[in-house]
């Protein structure tokens, strides 16, 4: 059983820009949700995706998307990069919609100069 | 508007002793709480989790108490390790519109165990 993987590990971008971070979800687990860990703080709820259709979002701007494929992998998609984006996107996959535990996969560090 | 608190940024043991990681929460809606284990250059690791209709879990050397009343929860690690190390994160569960699940975190607490 392989856990939830992300590509790439480090990125960097400069203000502006458009990135693509992704992620694969751990064996079996058809619900994904994305968070944004900025320095110091604990992961703050992006959005979550279950069969392909965002299906909650937190307080983040319509310039965070995300698609989630059939294969369970998905992505996230940040346009019009602000320097404030900088922070570990970390990318949780679970077993249904409704279960408590996520599984975080290590992290994409994204700095945005 | 911080729903989750873990006042505490850091905690130092010696090792062998009992860590004790506490978190406070304000809003009375969550129905689960979890605790994640972080190591540096990795994702957090799920380590325990307790439902609001219970105020003790066990599982080894990790203990969790929830005291509804006061909103409180803490983590209690016994023994302690030096590889206990990490950040840790409380966790609550809140329910989505759709009837799914988010966590709301708190800022972490950095414990060291000293050998």
């Known amino acids: 059983e392989t856990g939830v993987t992300q590509s790439p590990t480090h990125l960097i971008k400069t203000r502006g820009q458009q990135v693509t971070l992704r992620c694969s979800s751990q064996?079996?687990?058809?619900?994904v949700s994305w968070y944004q860990q900025a320095l110091g703080q604990g992961p703050q709820f992006i959005f979550q995706?279950?069969?392909?259709?965002?299906?909650g979002r937190g307080n983040f701007p319509p310039r965070f998307s995300g698609l989630q494929f059939p294969n369970y992998s998905s992505e996230l998609n940040v346009n019009a990069l602000e320097l404030d984006d900088s922070a570990l996107y970390l990318c949780?996959?679970?077993?249904?919609?409704?279960?408590?535990?996520?599984?975080f996969g290590p992290g994409t560090r994204l700095t945005v100069t | 508007d911080q729903q989750v608190k873990q006042n505490s940024p850091s905690l130092s043991v010696q090792e062998g002793r009992i860590s004790i990681l506490n978190c406070d929460y304000t809003?009375?809606?969550?129905?689960?709480f979890l605790w994640y284990k972080k190591y540096p250059a990795e994702g957090p690791t799920f380590l325990i989790s307790?439902?609001?209709?219970?105020d003790k879990n066990e599982d080894g050397r990790f203990t969790v108490f929830l005291n509804k009343s006061a909103k409180h929860l803490s983590l209690h690690i016994v023994p302690s390790q030096p590889g206990d190390s990490a950040v840790y994160f409380c966790?609550?569960?809140?329910?989505?519109?759709?009837?799914?699940?988010?966590?709301?975190f708190g800022k972490g607490t950095k414990l060291t165990v000293n050998p």
């Open positions: 949780a996959s679970s077993l249904t919609v409704h279960s408590y535990e996520q599984y």
């Open positions: 064996s079996g687990h058809n619900t």
């Open positions: 995706y279950y069969r392909e259709e965002e299906n």
């Open positions: 809003n009375s809606m969550f129905d689960y």
């Open positions: 307790i439902s609001s209709i219970k």
């Open positions: 966790a609550a569960s809140a329910r989505l519109q759709g009837g799914s699940e988010k966590l709301v």
